[in-house]
């Protein structure tokens, strides 16, 4: 089904507190929607940046190129909250012992 290029279920919001961005991402982040978290992520400019996906269902290369983007052009500053579905694909790729990558 076509959905005009973005998924119907996904959503991208941000928070800012002080120099601390939030960034919670819901439900498939794929060649549709990396773009959209990528802009998100990068709308404010912040000291830290939490990239929350505890809430994603779907991961593609798409959306794994766009957090390895995120992690070099914010190094030391990212933080990456996965979901178990996150964590097994960042994991088969060969990101699962990144500093960035917190599991709990």
């Known amino acids: 089904m076509d ?4 998924s119907p279920i996904f959503s991208a919001s941000a928070e ?4 601390h961005l939030r960034v ?3 439900g498939e982040v794929d060649m549709a929607t990396a773009d959209t978290m990528w802009q998100t992520a ?11 996906l ?6 593609d290369s798409a959306a794994i190129h766009t957090v390895v983007r995120l992690a070099d ?4 500053r990212l933080t990456v909250l996965p979901s178990r579905q996150v964590l097994r694909v ?7 012992e990144q ?6």
């Open 16 to 19: 800012l507190d002080g120099a």
């Open 99 to 104: 500093s960035w990558l917190h599991r709990g």
């Open 42 to 52: 990068l709308r404010e400019p912040a000291e830290l940046v939490t990239l929350d």
């Open 24 to 26: 919670v991402v819901t």
């Open 3 to 6: 959905h005009g290029g973005v």
């Open 73 to 76: 052009r914010l190094p030391e």
């Open 54 to 59: 505890r809430r994603v269902t779907f991961f």
């Open 90 to 96: 960042l994991e088969i790729s060969g990101l699962g």
